[in-house]
């Protein structure tokens, strides 16, 4: 559990020798456990670091303090493996651990969607609503003039 908590937490992602392994701090103990770690992990070289991030209808707040990378240095002798035309790939992809949900699995609405199909029936009554009294005031109308 890493929300509402009073301290920053930490995340650490570390690839080297084709290994990728994560680590993390939520405790605020300034030691990382970690998360999870696979081996057989082949990235291109030559290519940029970038974060992106959404919290979707959460109003969690994800702040990325400080990025530090480092170059991993090759041991003298052995020559540095240069892999720029490859595509990223893993010998082993663990499939995702389905959370339980009571509800359906179809997506839940957003915000807007509600509001406007709640807008949408409220002006539907509305409009149905005048369409009636203007009925019955005809046909009120119409009463008052047969008996003349």
């Given amino acids: 559990q890493f ?3 009073n301290h920053e937490t930490w ?3 570390r690839y080297e ?3 990728l392994t994560i680590s993390s701090d939520i405790n605020d103990k300034r ?3 970690p998360c999870f770690s696979t081996e057989g992990v082949k990235l291109p070289t030559g290519y940029y670091f970038g974060m992106s991030a959404t919290t979707g209808d959460l109003s969690d707040a994800h702040d990325v303090i400080s990025v530090k990378t480092y170059e991993l240095d090759t041991v003298a002798g052995v020559p ?5 035309d490859i595509q990223p790939e893993s010998e082993f992809i663990a499939p995702a651990p389905k959370e339980k949900k009571e509800e359906s699995d179809r997506p839940s609405m ?3 969607k509600t509001f406007l199909i709640c807008l949408l029936v409220v002006l539907g ?3 149905v609503g005048v369409i009636g009294i203007m009925i019955y005031q005809n046909q009120q109308e119409n009463n008052r003039k047969r008996f003349y």
């Fill in 3 to 5: 929300r509402n908590m």
């Fill in 17 to 19: 020798n084709d290994k």
């Fill in 11 to 13: 995340i650490a992602i």
């Fill in 31 to 33: 030691a990382w456990a």
């Fill in 110 to 112: 957003s915000g807007i």
């Fill in 125 to 127: 009554i509305i409009v």
């Fill in 80 to 84: 540095k493996e240069e892999r720029p």
